[in-house]
Every structure is written in structure tokens, then in C-alpha cells.
């Protein structure tokens, strides 16, 4: 038998990987499709949620643009004596919010979350009365004709 998940995070899980993990544990046990098997996978999933926060936090507090300067030293004293905007460039927090979306979506995919998932979950074989699958048949079809 495959042990399911445990419902207390692992404890280097902080803060809002801590909180994702016991909201979303709960809802693979009731789907019955998860297992201590996928607990990697579930660690993932909290992880990329909660750099998806942090970077979310920071553009709100940065914004999605950087302003980059230029100083200016005195080759006599040493000291800066004039900083310039040169330009800017784009907060590194939204590429974290690109790659942990990819992620998310990936890895939500993979344990079932998305309504596409649940679907295919829902189509995979039923066991009959004799308590036999279809892929079971199948199997079973297949090894006789190798006889």
C-alpha cells in the first residue's frame, strides 16, 4: 500500500510555501489520485508558489521597470560627482513570475489541479466486479498471444 501525504509540511517550508502546502495537501487526499510518491512534486508546487509571491511583492514595490546610473568619479578625489539615469531595465521578479507560472501550471497538470487533469483523471480505467482494469485486459489479452 502507498502511504499518502503527510498534512504537516516538510519543516524548511516557510511562510507562504508552509500555508500552500496545507491547502492544497488536503484537496489530493480527497481526490484520492495523490501519494507520498508525489510529495517531491507537491514541494515543488509550494516553492514556485512562494516565489511567485516574493516577486509579485516586489514588483508591486520596485515596479516592473529598474532605473539604471551611471556614476561619475573624480579621477583626482576619488568620489562620485555626478550619477546619471542612463536608462532602464526590466525588474529580474518578472521573469520569476514567468518561470513559476510555467512551473505551477506544469506541475498543477501533473498532480491534477487544472480542470483538464481532473478530467483525464476522472477517464482513467474502472476496476469491474472481478476487480480487473481495462489496461488490466488489455495486458492480460496480450500476454496470451505471446504464448
Not at 510555501?17 to 501519494?35: F, M, N, Q, T
Not at 489541479?113 to 483523471?121: F, K
Request: charged share 25%; with cysteine; aromatic share 6%.
Amino acid at each position: 500500500m502507498v502511504k499518502s501525504l503527510p498534512n504537516n509540511p516538510p519543516k524548511y517550508l516557510t511562510g507562504t510555501a508552509k500555508y500552500i502546502w496545507k491547502r492544497i495537501v488536503p484537496l489530493l487526499e480527497d481526490d484520492g489520485h495523490a501519494s507520498d510518491l508525489d510529495r517531491t512534486l507537491v514541494e515543488t508546487f509550494c516553492i514556485n508558489y512562494q516565489q511567485l509571491r516574493d516577486a509579485y511583492k516586489s514588483i508591486q514595490e520596485e515596479g516592473q521597470t529598474m532605473p539604471i546610473y551611471k556614476s561619475n568619479v573624480s579621477p583626482v578625489t576619488g568620489k562620485v560627482v555626478a550619477t546619471d539615469l542612463v536608462g532602464y531595465k526590466r525588474n529580474p521578479s518578472t521573469q520569476i513570475i514567468d518561470t513559476a507560472s510555467k512551473n505551477l501550471r506544469s506541475i498543477a497538470n501533473e498532480l491534477g489541479l487544472s480542470p483538464q487533469s481532473r478530467t483525464d483523471l476522472l477517464d482513467l480505467p474502472k476496476e469491474d466486479d472481478s476487480g480487473e482494469t481495462a489496461a488490466d485486459a488489455i495486458a492480460e489479452f496480450f500476454k496470451k498471444g505471446d504464448k
